[in-house]
């Protein structure tokens, strides 16, 4: 004979479960591009992240990855015992930029919950490339 359970239990911890997962899918971070000239500033909200929790890379000249990875801890007494229940969150984006930008010149920063970046964009003279003809 099966032991019956308490059906709000069990919707509760599926809930749990599937808000336990993290994704690094193009709506987890909500991003602006800004165009201002000569630079890019692209600005992500990660509210509840710390600076150390966020990575920032440029994959190539026109891709800009943003993950943020976090654990929770979180301590529920019941009863005669103490439940600790623990999760992982991870979000991430990937942008493409609408021009090539100079990967050394990139800048972050970090405040409130706001991650900003600025890139300058890849600069090309309109001169041109002289071809000397023998």
């Known amino acids: 004979m099966s032991e ?37 500033v692209v600005v992500a ?5 710390d600076t150390d929790d966020i990575d920032v890379q440029l994959e190539d000249e026109y891709n800009l990855s943003i993950v943020a990875t976090r654990e929770h801890s979180e301590t529920v007494e019941e009863a005669d015992y103490v439940r600790q229940e623990r999760r992982s969150e991870r979000v991430g984006r990937t942008v493409t930029l609408p021009a090539a930008v100079d990967a050394r010149s990139a800048e972050a920063s970090h405040d409130n919950g706001v991650l900003t970046v600025r890139l300058d964009k890849e600069t090309t003279t309109d001169e041109g490339t002289d071809i000397p003809v023998n």
């Open 4 to 40: 019956q359970t308490d059906p709000f239990d069990d919707v509760e911890k599926l809930f749990d479960q599937l808000t336990q997962f993290g994704t690094d899918t193009g709506g987890d971070v909500p991003v602006d591009i800004k165009d201002e000239g000569d630079t890019f």
């Open 45 to 49: 909200d990660l509210p509840g992240y």
